[in-house]
């Protein structure tokens, strides 16, 4: 019984953790980011937006193995975004970290975009959702960077939006 009771406890605690990376949440605050990213360069988000007002630049750590750079958007000190990017070649390694670590995606393709007078260009995606936060690795499959972002609400749509 106790651990019952101790199970339900936790499981409003589940879905802030849902996206979770080196010690980096979705939810968690700039001090994590600083803990877990010693190299990342905190400031002041060069332009207006509702989505973020702070990020952490160029990042350096090792996920699943792989060497990336991580950029993580904060808004009022809370974590609201992380894009990771990767080598291209590290990408089928990367994929398996990330199903051994948030599970089966909910969705995953291989788009192929025809293209006039040149090769058909091949995007490579895994989407994961819970609630209001997503993740979704993108991959041009002839480009050398892949990336991993991983946002809660609207802010892929208010990011970049002119204030």
Known sequence: ????????????????????????????RE??????LPSAHCKALEWKSDAADRRCD????????????ITVFLK??????????????????????LRAR?????????EV???RDK?????FKMRWDKGEDRAMLVAQLEKKRATLEVSRGTFP???YRVK
């Open 1 to 28: 019984m106790k651990k019952l009771l101790l199970l339900l406890l936790c499981l409003p605690v589940l879905p802030a953790m849902a996206y979770d990376l080196n010690g980096i949440a979705l939810g968690g």
């Open 31 to 36: 001090i994590d980011v600083k803990k877990a």
């Open 58 to 69: 160029d990042a350096k750590a090792p996920i699943g193995g792989v060497e990336t750079r």
């Open 76 to 97: 009022a000190g809370v974590i609201h975004a992380y894009d990771v990017r990767f080598d291209i070649k590290e990408l089928d390694r990367m994929k398996e970290y």
């Open 102 to 110: 948030w599970g089966a995606p909910l969705a995953e393709v291989t």
């Open 113 to 115: 975009i025809a293209r």
């Open 119 to 123: 090769e058909d260009r091949k995007v």
């Open 157 to 159: 749509e208010e990011i």
